[in-house]
């Protein structure tokens, strides 16, 4: 019985939002799921899927809260 959790951070795909809808939830289930069957050979039905949404300044790459590092690539693209 696989469980995969998946992670994303609180923010919406657009910036009127600030999470992820329950339509691309759903996609994210039904894709990992799918994935677990083809590669693994799981039933979808024994597979479970949890989506954690973590909160922007919970979460951080490089060294840096996301927000930041975000910056720093932006303006590193502008140079």
Do not use: C, F, H
């Amino acid at each position: 019985m696989p469980i995969v959790t998946v992670q994303v951070t609180r923010e919406g795909t657009t910036p009127d939002r600030n999470s992820v809808t329950t339509e691309e939830k759903a996609a994210i289930i039904k894709g990992v799921s799918e994935v677990l069957l083809k590669v693994l050979n799981k039933p979808l039905e024994s597979t479970y899927v949890v989506i954690e949404e973590v909160d922007l300044d919970n979460w951080g790459w490089g060294g840096l809260p996301t927000v930041q590092y975000r910056g720093m690539r932006a303006a590193a693209a502008k140079s």
